[in-house]
């Protein structure tokens, strides 16, 4: 993960134990001083499984090129190959790949956490092959 878009309370799978992990401002504290990446931090790739941990009501709509999706009042947009993501009419976040990068959006958009239900976010992350 890059050590500039963590924040406190991002989730991440700890490259040890291969677990679910959120970020600490202990972490932080470190990871400024290293001043790098650290692959310790491994991102959550930001799949369907993913969206289903989302608390909150989520509303989607399917076309043939790509998936709208309304969380948290925003829309936002799947391409088809279900991998890039940007919120219509405001910006454009073709480079959301990861649950980080999503939380840290909705964070900076709404000023709330991404409500997300960490007891099926670790089972999903048991799935994930390393």
């Excluded at 890059?2 to 932080?28: F, Q, W």
């Excluded at 999706?69 to 279900?82: G, K, S, T």
């Excluded at 910006?91 to 000023?111: D, K, R, V």
């Amino acid at each position: 993960m890059k050590t500039k878009e963590m924040r406190v309370g991002d989730y991440y799978i700890d490259k040890e134990s291969k677990e679910l992990c959120k970020i600490t401002p202990a972490d932080l504290i470190n990871l400024n001083y290293i001043g790098e990446d650290d692959d310790d931090y491994i991102p959550i790739p930001l799949t369907r499984e993913v969206f289903l941990c989302i608390e909150s009501k989520i509303e989607g709509y399917c076309f043939k090129d790509k998936i709208d999706l309304y969380i948290l009042d925003m829309l936002f947009a799947f391409n088809r190959d279900y991998k890039s993501i940007y919120e219509l009419d405001t910006y454009s976040f073709e480079n959301i790949h990861y649950l980080h990068q999503l939380q840290n959006l909705c964070y900076t958009m709404t000023g709330m956490e991404l409500p997300i239900d960490e007891n099926e976010l670790k089972e999903y992350v048991k799935t994930i092959e390393l």
